[in-house]
Antibody, heavy 116, light 111 residues
């Protein structure tokens, strides 16, 4: 069974950097796109972008282009979502999920809180 | 690119059917057969229910069905059960400039 396991909850201050991870337990990453989805408190799902770990090709939503960066390390079946300077509006749950048009396997989510 | 439009809420009694609409444009829903639907229970990760407008992944009950007409896609839940009470989101391919867009979400209540 494929499982995506995300890193734990984070509490950060504005201006700090952060890198969260998503690890594939089934070693299917190299042959699938992996997307990131944001869910702000009490709000809906927002597609942020996706990465193809096999060659690190990335596609970003225009809303998130330049705000975050996605990377991957196929040798350890892990992808990352990174911020260089967090703001309170980055407070949200972040999900990784396998797939491009349809996201069929989801991680458990990583809660990020940004507060001074 | 704007989110796809869904009704904020829908409801039905156990055993009844409920249909949720997802309205986009010819640049997303109407232009491609890449509409998918997700179910999300409170505090949980979303779950894929439907892909490519009407395909059900293995393990998804056939009570869930999807369709599309023009720029509007629909999800129908037949034979409502208590465990169907959740938030439902559609998504669609939006073209090369914005690969994927989600709907605004619909909260389904089982009366």
């Amino acid at each position: 069974e494929v499982r995506l396991v995300q890193s734990g909850a984070e509490v950060k201050k504005p201006g700090e950097s952060l890198k969260i991870s998503c690890k594939d337990s089934g070693s299917t990453f190299t042959n699938s796109w992996v997307g990131w989805v944001r869910q702000m408190p009490g709000k809906g799902l927002e597609w942020m972008g996706m990465i193809y770990p096999g060659n690190s090709d990335t596609r970003y939503s225009p809303s998130f282009q330049g705000q975050v960066s996605m990377s991957g390390d196929k040798s350890i079946s892990t992808v990352y979502l990174q911020w260089s300077s967090l703001t309170p509006t980055d407070t949200a749950m972040y999900f990784c999920a396998r797939g491009d048009h349809a996201m069929d396997v989801w991680g458990q989510g990583t809660a990020v809180t940004v507060s001074s | 690119q704007s989110a796809l439009t869904q009704p904020p809420s829908a409801s039905g009694s156990p055993g009844q059917s409920v249909t949720i609409s997802c309205t986009g444009t010819s640049s997303d829903v109407g232009g491609y057969n890449y509409v998918s639907w997700y179910q999300q229970h409170p505090g949980k990760a979303p779950k894929l229910l439907i892909s490519e407008v009407s395909k059900r992944p293995s393990g998804v009950p056939d009570r869930f069905s999807g369709s599309k007409s023009g720029n509007t896609a629909s999800l129908t839940v037949s034979g409502l059960q208590a465990e169907d009470e959740a938030d439902y989101y559609c998504s669609s391919y939006g073209g090369r400039s914005n690969f994927k867009v989600f709907g605004t979400g619909t909260k389904v209540t089982v009366l």
